[in-house]
């Protein structure tokens, strides 16, 4: 599929090239002194927090990601010297819910500069048909309430967590997928990172500012680009895209709950199908980190087409795109396709 620009690419070229020389070798900051002595030693939990932390760090970190490439995130398993490695940060940016194994082990490495995104915006519960009408923008009322509320807001957001998509009431995790909601959490992690190096703080509030910027177009891009649809109903293996249908007025149809790979139930096929046809969906979605069995079974038992639709856990010479901005569009581009917008 082409990658369909919707963003000029002078935005997408300003991206972190963390071999640049330091610029902060002379940091008086104790955060920045640790390590090798003029990067931030930054530990990222998987690919969202690690974007955000090369795109907002700059030159001044050296950022060391959790989940390699092509893992599957909620089933890490972190080795004894990846558990050292967090210990030894100078600043860790995770998101509670989403693996386990990481929750725990930040839990105990005692990494003054820890940061859980979660509490940087709203989390909502979602179950496998999340639809835009049914919350509105909810998320966008009462961001500035939460945002920063800390352990408060930590406790508040978190509970039932898991991956668990929403269901049997938890919070939903999935917010990086939502360019509003991640532009919110992009905010928070400048903040933070000005406040764990203030040697370097006006750098991370314009890094920032231009990341929030680059994330508003792209929302705008999506408000444009699904605007007109002739169906607002998608159907996918995983349920990872609550915040997206919520923000832009469609309803996600989930397959078989949390487990990407799992086989739908004869009931819930026939479901599916029925759906389908009153909503007039055209395509199961499946994801690049995932088998594609499970949607070609539902897509062939239906009649409907397949279609990849990324959750953006991972980047890999599969996924469409290179980062998370280009990934973004291709899911616009495949949204577009299957809803008939124009």
């Known amino acids: ?7 000029p690419t002078t935005a997408v070229a300003g991206a972190v090239v963390l071999g640049l ?38 030159e001044h970190v050296a950022v060391t990601s959790l989940t390699k490439p092509g893992v599957e995130p909620h089933d890490l398993e972190l080795t004894p010297r990846q558990i050292g490695s967090i210990s030894e940060s100078d600043y860790v940016l995770y998101l509670k ?17 820890t940061v859980d995104a979660a509490t940087l915006t709203t989390l909502e519960n979602h179950g496998s048909e ?18 920063h509320e800390g352990e408060e807001a930590h406790e508040e957001h978190s509970e039932g ?14 917010i990086w997928l939502d ?6 959490v992009a905010k928070g992690v ?7 190096d203030p040697d370097h703080a006006a750098d991370y509030k314009k890094n920032t500012d231009a990341l929030v910027a680059e994330l508003g177009e792209l929302n705008t891009a999506y408000e444009t680009g699904l605007k007109n649809p002739a169906t607002k109903t998608f159907i996918t293996t995983h349920s990872a895209f609550g915040y997206l249908a919520e923000r832009y007025g469609l309803t996600q149809q989930g397959i078989a709950g949390i487990d990407p790979e799992a086989e739908p139930s004869p009931a819930r096929i026939q479901e599916i199908h029925t759906i389908a046809e009153k909503e007039k969906a055209t395509t199961v979605f499946f994801e690049t980190l995932a088998s594609d069995k499970t949607a070609k079974t539902l897509a062939k038992d239906t009649g409907l087409k397949t279609g990849v639709l990324d959750p953006l856990e991972g980047i890999t010479e599969k996924s469409q795109g290179a980062d998370y901005i280009e ?6 581009a495949a949204l577009q396709k299957a809803l008939g917008a124009k």
Do not use: W
């Open 327 to 332: 990934v973004m569009e291709s899911n616009l």
């Open 1 to 7: 599929m082409n990658v369909r620009r919707l963003i």
């Open 97 to 113: 819910g989403i693996q386990p194994a990481v929750d725990d082990a930040i839990k105990q490495s005692g990494v003054k500069n």
């Open 130 to 147: 999340v639809s835009g009408h049914d919350h509105g923008h909810e998320g966008e009322e009462h961001a500035d309430e939460h945002g």
């Open 161 to 174: 967590d898991g991956h668990n998509h929403g269901e049997e009431g938890g919070a939903d995790p999935h």
């Open 21 to 58: 020389t330091a610029l902060s070798a002379c940091s008086t900051s104790d955060a920045a002194d640790g390590g090798n002595g003029d990067k931030l030693k930054v530990t990222a939990s998987f690919y969202p927090m690690q974007f955000l932390a090369e795109k907002i760090g700059g």
């Open 179 to 184: 360019p509003v909601k991640y532009a919110e």
């Open 190 to 196: 400048g903040k933070s990172l000005e406040k764990a």
